[in-house]
């Protein structure tokens, strides 16, 4: 049986966030070559979205966290910009989603990324966007959150996981997420 991985990038905007992922899971874990790995991006503006799929980035969006081995390997220069290979920017399935609007049946994610997402909310949103997070996501998956942000007071069907200086959320085991 093949091995599955699902990481989700809800809110993408230019799409940095779902490349980066991509170019790390290659860099850094071959063995996940014979996997099926499904990387999907979304975000509800359509001209962030036309412009991830593009992925062509500015000398200074490409600076920002960039090491420069993984530029010199991942872009090529054209012109003044930056250009994704074909081959790393198929790897992402980009789709128009409004996290406040009634979300498409999506597949059980293993990773959900909603970073510097929330805050943006009123606590009622945060709230809902939390649940549907939850119904989402894998059993045993992990959603990272910005550094100001969290689920506690928010959602109790997360629980907080220490990963190095990280802090990630999963389901709590035996909590309804539908309340």
Known sequence: ATRELRVWSAACASGQEPY????????HFPQL??????????????SMLRRAREAV???????????APMLVKWFRKDGLDWRLRDDLRSAVEFR??????PWPNLPPQDVVLLRNVLLYFEPHTRAAVLRNVRRVLAPDGLLFLGGGETTITMDESFEPVTLGRTVAYRPRPGVDPQR
């Open 20 to 27: 980066s992922v991509a170019m790390l899971l290659r860099e």
């Open 33 to 46: 070559v014979s996997w099926h790995v499904s990387l999907l991006a979304t975000d509800f503006s359509t």
């Open 57 to 67: 980035y500015s000398q200074i969006e490409v600076n920002r966290g960039l090491p």
């Open 96 to 101: 128009e989603l409004n996290l406040t609007a």
